[in-house]
Nanobody, 122 residues
Framework: QVQLVESGGGLVQPGGSLRLSCAAS????????MGWYRQAPGKERELVAR???????NYADSVKGRFTISRDNAKNTVYLQMNSLKPEDTAVYYC????????????????WGQGTQVTVSS
């Protein structure tokens, strides 16, 4: 069984910073891409940032230059450093990861975390 557990959310003032973490545990042989998504009330879930196993990244236009995604492969963990936060960044943030359970599992399976609330307000 694989679990993704997010942490680091909370309430922050506009212009502030937060760092989200997402740790994968369980039966893990390897991890392909990892990503962060968010969902605001009444809106669809959207991609925030994604990082491949090789370290290539891509970001939503709305967060470019403010957010940075990174990963620690030894710890099976992905991070999202969020700076210059705006009220429109308020949402539940979810991480996901495509995980291989063993050597023969070439496709992997996509797992999601439970989400962590980020609220940007004065």
């Amino acid at each position: 069984q694989v679990q993704l557990v997010e942490s680091g959310g909370g309430l922050v003032q506009p212009g502030g910073s937060l760092r989200l973490s997402c740790a994968a545990s369980g039966r893990i042989f390897g991890i392909y891409a990892m990503g962060w998504y968010r969902q605001a009330p009444g809106k669809e879930r959207e991609l925030v940032a994604r990082i491949t196993s090789g370290g290539s990244t891509n970001y939503a236009d709305s967060v470019k230059g403010r957010f940075t995604i990174s990963r620690d492969n030894a710890k099976n963990t992905v991070y999202l450093q969020m700076n210059s936060l705006k009220p429109e960044d308020t949402a539940v943030y979810y991480c996901n990861a495509k995980i291989r359970k063993d050597y023969s599992d070439l496709l992997g399976m996509l797992y999601w975390g439970q989400g962590t609330q980020v609220t940007v307000s004065s």
